[in-house]
């Protein structure tokens, strides 16, 4: 079958319309492959590892959401650094940190420990928020001293004797 | 002899002017009839918002129209600083004032009427010559028609008023003997307690199984062990008379609240005790709050949250979200009550769960509403109201709080949510009206006109007959 | 619901003065309307915007309070140098953190309320400095006492722990509503060991219901968040009043920015002119005109409004409004110790020492008042525990200690009118096309001096006898947030703005109560004093409304 001439050059002409069209669109016009959601009962059971109190498996499903936006590799080092627990046979933290490898590791096991303890994805001023109340800072003294918009006791009922820094209560 | 004269006149008007007043009762009987008084709480009714004590003037919302309490002072002008002793207590025994016109059954007088002439005589002595006088006149009590007409009241008397409700009971000991003659006596528990036929009568078949005030419930307090108060101990029904609170159970608000500040924190360990005794040993009755279930109204619900759903999105979107009745929750009541609902850790604020105000949905709603103010000799307990008040914390819509109120049931006290914008409607206005005005209404004018028509027929036929000559 | 477009009395702004004024004069008969530039805002909102903020922003008080468009006000932790609000010069940043919401600042206060001494009140008299007060400290003592039973005002019965001493001859003509609040464990420690220095850490005088319901409001519960917040309103704000305000007839239109204040040609005011969020114009008419915008509004819109007579502005006659703009420059002491504190427990400021306010030195240099704050730690200390890359229970264990073993100690201090240190408009503009104020501060030689040889070297000592192991002390002075002297009191219309009634010397008819109206600022925050300085003036005003 003859192609005419015609169909040989609008062929010819769409295809670095095409090329520029494409090129023109901005980088997040073409969505770029998404990063792997983590799964939360995965990312619960590498909190649960590293950070060795109850954790609220409602602020774990905020965390696990956002942290592939952060840690593009989330999945992948979850996975990971469970795997290193495994073998340590880790049921604390202390049994197992040490053997995370310095960098993207270490990073995100530290990242997912700053989480849980600030209910903040960074510590700067445009973090997300995963929690304010549920954040364990606030449960490590809980004890003590108030958490910030709650009561802390009775009308004119708070004097106390100077609580010892040991006893970390139980959360 | 004009000095003389002039004398014995002032005499006369010196002996006229103190005839109420000092008429000598002595201080014991003084003193007793002003602990009968505290008992029988006079204040709470007969004294305005902030007001001078028994002057009168409090407004109070009956399910048939707005009730106006009087001044009891011994004012000669404006109170009963005229009334003889009989006066006295035929008002207070037989709900009949001093002009013969009877009271309404606001003034509990039915359960009054329980009282002996000497405690009475003891009232009467106190409030001639134990409150101090107050010369100001009070806004009649205007009832919509046909409420208005008292004389009504004679024969709603007739059918409901006992004028010896307390039989002999000789068997009984005197620590139930003096229980039963101050709860159903000066104490009148049955007044907010006991459940009100049609035409507004106590339903002494149901005596104390729980009944409807105003926007509030006072709960079934027989002791049935499912929907009354079965699970109590005596000594928890003193302890909650003398400071309102029982910690896991319950705690006064409303009219409750105000019996307890006024009255039984005051009243002797022993009047406490016999009380407690004497309603132990009620007959029980099985008799849930309405929609409330059958299942004991304390002990339920367990600790919570919802913020994994709120946090870090922002107030705004909490309020359009589905979870409304959480974001009202955390924005308004946690800050007392706890991110889960658990109170104060030295439980002076008080836990949501295991708190009979979260079972039902009335004083649910009309706690929101209105709060809680209770002072007794543990304090001064208060809750803000969050309803349309100046002071209120937030003023919050019925949606608001019935979204809040239905949250809290689910999560803290029974699970299910029964509460819809119409009951918080409702409470806010005051609490349910009563059929009994609009029917009476209805039926006087279905009377007239069966009467016109009646007229009307017995004319025409006489026409009709003696029309020819 | 009618628009009322006049009133007797017409307040611009609904923060703690102009509440505290128009509650007299609804009290007294007389109608009001009040103006306010921002919008009405549930108290809701605010505790939640605060929970929902990220945790490095829960210090900036300003955070929990996104202002409109049409009424912008500072917020330092969301500005970019190019859109701030205010346009700050000079050697030391006069930079403020109050809020345009009904309401006002006292949303945000730590509801401290100390008053001022008689000493305070003359300066110039006892010591040649600054300016003295156009009365004298025995006729504003009635106006103390009943700004602490209207706002509710907590403080000690016993005359040793009171402010002013009781050997400064000035007896409280009336007890406090309420006693004082108990003392966290953090602040008992740290009065034991400054009473080993021979200073007495006393409890601050606060409004903040004291271990009952006050003013139909609930007690404090010790939730610690006054600064930002009070979630339940124990703590007094001015938008607790709102409601209550309105049930006594007061009408408060919101998002209404008033731009301009209308002289006639006697230079009586006729009127004000206010934007709504539609930018459209209105004229609003009255009697008489209380401008309570703040210290920084105030004369702000007084210099917006000059006109031919009026060229420096409103008011401006003797050239001094904007001018001696003057705050209480502080300096925080951050310190590490070796024994556990715990601050945060109850509200977030509860006492001070007072006593090395005041002296014959304030002929040299200023004075210095020193507070423990009582902010919980837990925001201040969580992100430098985390960093350290400990886990497990050492991390529990750093995040405690650190809770318990730091506290900031601050040091606040007096400074003097300085006609440089000046408010004027910018060139920039605002939402609604209005000039954004521009403030050139320097807190002088005479505060700088009390740093050097005074306040720093005493709170060293407190903090060695604190057995800190660290010590950090800002090196420049930060503002306290409490905005005085723009439209600055006296008996001389040449070198003041206001009179003794903080009425406009200019016109008759305008007050201008508050924080500008002060002539001096001793160490102690200003609130109660602008409060009773606004009840001075309401029953001023009665008194000349009535006489008309």
Known sequence: ?171 | MKTCFVFLRALVLLACSSAAYSQGFDAVTVARGQYLATASDCIACHTAHKGVPMAGGLVMASPVGDIVSTNITPSREHGIGNYTEQQFSDALRKGVRADGQPLYPAMPYVSYAAMTDADVHALYAYFMQGVPAVDKAVPPTELPFPMNVRASMKLWNALFLDESPLKPAPERSPQWLRGRYLAEGAAHCGTCHTPRGFLMQEKKELNMAGAQVGPWYAPNITPDGATGIGGWSEAELVQYLRGGRVEGKAQAAGSMAEAITHSFSQLDEADLQAIAHYVKTLPAIEKAEDGAGKAERFGQGKPGNALGELRGKGYQEGMQGAYLGAQVYSANCAACHGVNGEGTPDGYYPSLFHNSATFGKTNLIASILYGVDRKTGDGHVFMPPFGDQPNAVNHLSDDEVAALANYVQVRFGGGAPTVKVEDVAESRAGGPQSHLLPLARIGMGAAVLGLIALLAFVLLRRRARGGRP | MSKLNSADVVIVGTGVVGVAIAEQLLDAGISVLMLEAGPRVDRAEVVENFRNLPLARKGDPSSCYPPKPWAPHPMPSLETPDDSYLQLTGPDKYAQTFIRYAGGSTWHWAGTSWRLTPQDMRLQSEFGVGRDWAFDYATLEPYYARTEHLLGICGPADPALQWPPADMGTPRSRPYPMPPLPFGPGEERFTEVVAGLGYKNIPTSQARNSGMPYDDRPACCASNNCVPVCPVGAKYDAATALSRLESKGATIAANAVVYKVEANAANRIEAVHYLDPDKRSHRIAGRLFVLACNGIETPKLLLMSKNDRNPNGLANSSDQVGRNMMDHPQLTMTLTLDEPYWAGVGPVVNSGIMETSQGAFRSEHAGAYFRFNNFARNRFVTFAALNKGLVGKALDAEIRRMTACTADVVLAHEVLPDPDNRLTLSDKKDWHGLPKPAIHYDVGDYTRKSAEVYSVPIGKRIAQAMGATDMKIATKFAQSKHIMGGTIMGLDPRNSVVDAECRAHDHENLFLPGGGAMASTACGNSTITMVSLGLRAADAIVRQLRGA
Not at chain 1, 25 to 42: E, L, N, R, S
Not at chain 1, 136 to 154: H, N
């Open chain 1, 1 to 171: 079958m003859a192609i005419s001439r015609r169909s040989v050059v609008l062929g010819a002409m769409t295809l670095p319309a095409a090329w520029l069209g494409w090129s023109s669109m901005p980088a997040w016009g073409v969505p770029a492959p998404q990063a792997p959601a983590i799964p939360v009962q995965q990312f619960m059971q590498l909190s649960k590892l590293l950070v060795n109190h109850g954790l609220d498996p409602a602020i774990g499903a905020r965390i696990a959401q956002a942290a592939p936006g952060i840690h593009p590799e989330g999945v992948a080092l979850t996975g990971a650094i469970l795997a290193i627990a495994e073998a340590r046979k880790a049921r604390l933290v202390e049994d197992f940190f040490d053997a995370i490898p310095a960098g993207p590791m270490q990073e995100f096991a530290h990242w997912v420990i700053f989480a849980w303890y600030s209910g903040c994805s960074s510590p700067k001023k445009d973090a997300q928020v995963f929690s304010y109340e549920g954040a364990l800072t606030y449960q490590v003294t809980r004890d003590t001293v108030a958490i910030p918009s709650y009561g802390f006791s009775g009308p004119n009922r708070w004097q106390r004797p100077i609580a010892p820094l040991s006893a970390l209560p139980h959360f």
